[in-house]
Structures are given as structure tokens and as C-alpha cells.
């Protein structure tokens, strides 16, 4: 069975860091590309960030570009976000998502606070 | 960026209705790559439809895709209880971007 799960959200003061985790499993997680998608509270779904299979490749949402970097170590099936300069507006769920004809797998998000 | 405009924001339906949810792009979507989320209250997104019209593994077949270039359908053929969701819609190109989404109302 196919397993996404998000870890690492929580309380954080504006300006703060914050990495988030993705564990993977039920798949090979080195032949995939993996997303970060995010939603606001009673807001709709945001791309956030993807990083191809072996990592070499990265590509980031306008808002996040310079604050946020993804990576993955593909020998423990871990995808993460690591989150600096942390702002009121980037509060909300953070999903993990695996890439395959579409959104195939989605985690079931961890909720990151920003607020002082 | 491509920018998705899903109409109507709400439908309200009765069990049994047909559902017609659209999805329009400001330019087109290369080779199709549209897809469409069903989220349920509280759960995370479920892929529905990819390709623009092949359906995910699971999803009945009264749920269907249909559309090219840059108007895009996803149809509920015969309204359910279960369907009651937010859709979105969604293209999965180099720069991804989502619709708005549709709620689907059970009257």
C-alpha cells in the first residue's frame, strides 16, 4: 500500500524556519517526482514546489522562490521542505504529493501556523 | 502562468442529477495534462480524472472527464451522497497550477 506521511508543521513566529517531512512507502520513491502542495484554511489547493527523482531538478511557486528549498535523500524515502522566512500568509495544510499521470498519492498534510 | 477558471463556484443538486463541472484555461494545456481532484471535508485531495479524461484507479464510472486544448468537463452522470466535495481542476505541466474549485451541494 502506497504511504505519504507529513510531519515537521507547527507554531512558528513570523521570520521562523520550519523543515517539513515526507515519508514514503508501498512504492519506488527514486523513480518518482515529488510535489508540495498547500492550502490555506477554507482556501483552495497552491503547487508549492516539485523535485525530480534523483533531486538534480527543482522548481518553485513565484511566492515561495528564495525561501523554501525541497530536497529528497531517496536512500531513506524522505521528501522535505525546508521553510525560511516564514510569513502570516503561508499558513496552511502542506501536503506531500507523489507525481504520476497527475497527483497519483497524496499524505494527509501537516498544518503549519505562522503567527506571533 | 496558466490561470484555471472553474464554473459554477456551487452546484446544488439532487441525488440522481447529472453534474456538469467546467474548467477553463487562459491558454492551452499541453498533452492534455488536466487533471481533477475530488476533497471530501477534512480529507486530502483524491485524483479523480488524469489526462483529461482516463479515470483513476477506483473512481466509478458515472464520474467521467471529457474537453482538449482549453475547455475541460467533468461530469457526475447520476448524483450520489458520496460525491459531496470540492473539485478542482488542475493542469500538470511544467509550472502547475489549480482552479478555484466547484463545491457539489447534495439537496
Known amino acids: 500500500e502506497v504511504q505519504l506521511v507529513e510531519s515537521g508543521g507547527g507554531l512558528v513566529q513570523p521570520g521562523g524556519s520550519l523543515r517539513l517531512s515526507c515519508a514514503a512507502s508501498g512504492f519506488t520513491f527514486s523513480s518518482y517526482w515529488m510535489h508540495w502542495v498547500r492550502q490555506a484554511p477554507g482556501k483552495g489547493l497552491v503547487w508549492v514546489s516539485r523535485i525530480n527523482s534523483d533531486g538534480s531538478s527543482t522548481s518553485y511557486a513565484d511566492s515561495v522562490k528564495g525561501r523554501f528549498t525541497i530536497s529528497r535523500d531517496n536512500a531513506k524515502n524522505t521528501l522535505y521542505l525546508q521553510m525560511n522566512s516564514l510569513r502570516a500568509e503561508d499558513t496552511a495544510v502542506y501536503y506531500c504529493a507523489m507525481r504520476s499521470e497527475g497527483y497519483r498519492e497524496w499524505g494527509q498534510g501537516t498544518l503549519v501556523t505562522v503567527s506571533s | 502562468e496558466i490561470v484555471l477558471t472553474q464554473s459554477p463556484g456551487t452546484l446544488s443538486l439532487s441525488p440522481g442529477e447529472r453534474a456538469t463541472l467546467s474548467c477553463r484555461a487562459s491558454q492551452s494545456v499541453s498533452s492534455n495534462y488536466l487533471a481533477w481532484y475530488q476533497q471530501k471535508p477534512g480529507q486530502a485531495p483524491r485524483l479523480v480524472i488524469f489526462?483529461?479524461?482516463s479515470r483513476a484507479t477506483g473512481i466509478p464510472d458515472r464520474l467521467s472527464g471529457s474537453g482538449s486544448g482549453t475547455d475541460f468537463t467533468l461530469t457526475i452522470s447520476r448524483l450520489e451522497p458520496e460525491d459531496l466535495a470540492v473539485y478542482y481542476c488542475q493542469q500538470y505541466g511544467t509550472s502547475p497550477t489549480f482552479g478555484q474549485g466547484t463545491k457539489v451541494e447534495i439537496k
Open positions: 489526462g483529461a479524461s
